[in-house]
């Protein structure tokens, strides 16, 4: 079976650091996009951040510059260090990950092959 299991949530100040995990298994995730997306109560679940099969980054641009999202294909786990925190980057956190393109959210809906269950993060 497929999992995704997030870790490394928690409360923080505004202007700290945290750092997300998600490991992977039943699969490869070096072959997979993966990506990370976030959920406010009461928004929609937006993408943040994602890496495709060759490594590219891509980021929404209210994190770029803040948020680095990595992966290392040994551990076949994915990363996202999240600096400068907000108030509003308290959310519930996902990982996705997808084979034919990356996992994505439009008009409410969010496409992917696998999700995890999320890591929450609260910055106060």
């Known amino acids: 079976d497929v999992q995704l299991v997030e870790s490394g949530g928690g409360s923080v100040q505004a202007g700290g650091s945290l750092r997300l995990s998600c490991a992977a298994s039943?699969?490869?995730?070096?072959?997979?996009?993966m990506g990370w997306f976030r959920q406010a109560p009461g928004k929609e679940r937006e993408g943040v951040a994602a890496?495709?099969?060759?490594?590219?980054?891509t980021y929404t641009y209210a994190v770029a510059g803040l948020f680095t999202i990595s992966k290392d294909n040994v551990k076949n786990t994915l990363y996202l260090q999240m600096n400068d925190l907000k108030p509003e980057d308290t959310a519930m956190y996902y990982c996705?990950?997808?084979?034919?393109?990356?996992?994505?959210?439009?008009?409410?809906?969010?496409?992917?092959?696998?999700w995890g269950q999320g890591t929450q993060v609260t910055v106060s």
């Open positions: 039943g699969y490869t995730c070096s072959t997979y996009c």
């Open positions: 890496i495709d099969t060759a490594g590219a980054p």
């Open positions: 996705a990950a997808e084979a034919a393109e990356c996992p994505y959210c439009s008009g409410g809906y969010c496409f992917g092959n696998y």
